[in-house]
């Protein structure tokens, strides 16, 4: 059987894959497998229907690869598939799990920075912080929502110097929810900071349990990072996704720590990774 992948569309050009990820098309088709397009922005104003317009019938199993989607968007799309004879290999249960960090971060317990979590909705009041951090060790913090951080905002939005101080916790919380505004995905969350050293972070690609590709994270993509990876392998199979990545930083006393896991889907390859070192390893459905 072939590999298949369904890549967004180019919304410009609708014949076209997205310039983003022309390469990653050009290694599937060139080599040995197939693609369809599929429409991104129709899918995030949750018309399926016309994302889908241009993926044929009955393409038997398939892996999307493309811009990030909502846990219920990417539900909406493989149910749509499967009424038409395609079956995304990632199950919608597993594409939250590894997506969003409630769905990943008891798996990773002790491999990565403890942190809790309040459901919440674009533009909610998130509550009574204080009670929601009490679990946590005191001192530093990192907030984010249930995917992205405002790392780029890191003093207003990101770090919090002190989480006993109610008033800055609560601050950069806010701020978080009003940035990310109506992405804002599933809610908040504060976590314990770690001092990591080094010149960035470690990607790395999971393919059944197995890491089929270290690489570098897309903000450091001339670093070759050689992460020790036999601590974080037993966690990613506990969390028995097909395809996923996972970010690891080199904490200071050496330890080699989880940042962040992502479904392998929608983890962004850095322009200096040749594709075909990971199209290599998506397995071909039998
Ligand atoms: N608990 C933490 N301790 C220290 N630094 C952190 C922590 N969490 C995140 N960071 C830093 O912030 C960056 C962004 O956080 P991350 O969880 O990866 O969010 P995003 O999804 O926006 O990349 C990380 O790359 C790391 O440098
Ligand atoms: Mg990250």
Redesign the pocket.
Known sequence: MTLTVLFCVDPLRPRRVDPHFAREAAAVRDHYGEIALVDHDALRRGDAEAALRAVPRDLGPVWYRGWMLTAGEYAAMAGLLKKRGTVLLTHPDDYRRAHELPGWHDTFAGLT?PSVWRPLSPGQDPGDLGELVRPLRGGPG?V?DY?????HEWDEA?FVPDMNDPARLRGVVVKMIALQDEFLAGGVVV??????VGDG?ARVWWVDGEPALVGP?P?SPDVEPDPELAAVAPAVRALGCRFITT?L?RRADGEWRV??VGDGQVSDLPSTVDPMDLYAHLPVPD
């Not at 995917?147 to 790392?151: A, E, F, G």
């Not at 976590?191 to 990591?196: A, D, N, S």
């Open positions: 920075p990192v984010k995917v992205k951080s405002r790392k990101c976590r314990e900071y770690e001092r990591y972070e994270h903000d970010d930083a940042v962040e």
